[in-house]
């Protein structure tokens, strides 16, 4: 048998290649400015993008069954409106109530777009396309012109500059978003409900006749992107210490850029966690990066769109390579 070799090994790899990729911008980064690969700053990218991280998880898994949703900022303005107001006017005072609260109303929130989705039979992009102007509204008309700020939140706020889930040593945000990703690595690598998404997206008439139920577990992906989106909702609030109705207003971008950059294929059936979280690194870094390396406010979208098109196209040539050479042991 033919062993490959070391680069063979890396360019047959997506998640290998996005290593390389992100440890270039690092290094690039940092000749700039020395201060960047600082322990303190790499807290301080993670915990402010650990909503994005977060939430690229569910949009792995709706892309992985071949679906798009487009409302999940939306949900989670909805849901960390709804608890900053009750903070604010006292009806609650527990931090973990809170964020019950919020990830129970997400869940909610994505279990009413995944039936429509499911069982409705309405195309994705249309039904969260209308619930993504739905669930904005909701948290403007739960505001009432008004917004929860850092002494109306009280203790909450608190949640987000504490190391206390992390022994002292990480911050409570950064151990949030590392749960999720365990968890999901666990359900996607080694349970029946992971191997039926992935099996929905590969081909959802196969899977329907192997016996898996399509619908519910459409809803059921659904119903994960909207329970992530709550809790984002909640942790998002507690980092800005503030609750807002217009609050992560088309970052759903950024975390369908991150699935993409990572390999996430928008057709379905082909993804992976640990892609997921290295194109989440990878636009946590560019977004930390440009205003460091001196790019104006003004150009830096423009930047960081090239950026994420090499990003891509590297990552589309990547798996060529690897469909090639899958090819070619076929025919051996």
Do not use: H
């Not at 917004?147 to 500059?161: E, R």
């Not at 909702?233 to 609750?243: F, I």
Request: some cysteine; aromatic content about 8%; proline content about 1%.
């Amino acid at each position: 048998m033919e062993k490959k070799s070391l680069w063979k090994k890396i360019t047959g790899s997506r998640e290998a290649s996005l290593v390389i990729v992100l440890v270039v911008l690092c290094i690039v980064v940092t000749i700039k400015s020395p201060a960047f690969m600082s322990v303190q700053n790499i807290m301080e990218i993670l915990k402010n993008n650990a909503v994005i991280m977060i939430m690229s998880l569910g949009m792995l898994c709706v892309l992985l069954i071949g679906g798009i949703d487009i409302s999940i900022t939306s949900t989670l303005a909805f849901a960390g409106m709804t608890i900053g107001m009750m903070y604010k006017y006292s009806v609650i005072g527990s931090t973990f109530l809170g964020f019950v609260i919020a990830t129970a109303m997400g869940a909610v929130c994505g279990f009413i777009i995944g039936l429509i989705i499911a069982y409705g039979k309405v195309m994705p992009i249309i039904a969260t396309m209308g619930f993504m102007y739905i669930y904005r509204g909701l948290a403007y008309l739960v505001a009432q012109d008004q917004w929860a700020g850092a002494d109306a939140l009280g203790s909450f706020k608190d949640f987000a500059l504490n190391n206390t889930l992390g022994f002292g040593v990480l911050n409570n945000v950064i151990v949030v978003a590392v749960v999720c990703y365990i968890i999901f690595f666990v359900i996607l690598k080694w349970t029946k409900f992971g191997r039926s998404i992935y099996a929905v997206g590969s081909n959802a008439e196969a899977a329907e006749i192997s016996g898996i139920n399509v619908a519910a577990i459409k809803t059921a992906v659904y119903t994960i992107m909207g329970t992530l989106a709550g809790l984002s909702g909640a942790l998002a609030t507690s980092v800005y210490a503030s609750a807002q109705p217009n609050m992560q207003t088309s970052k759903e971008m950024d975390v369908i850029a991150a699935c993409v950059i990572g390999g996430v294929s928008m057709n379905g059936g082909r993804g992976s966690v640990a892609g997921a979280l290295l194109g989440a690194l990878v636009l946590s870094v560019i977004a930390k990066a440009l205003p460091l390396v001196g790019i104006n406010a003004i150009a830096q979208n423009t930047v960081k769109g090239v950026i994420i098109v090499v990003v891509i196209v590297l990552n589309v040539l990547t798996q060529r390579m690897m469909d090639k050479a899958n090819l070619e042991k076929r025919e051996m």
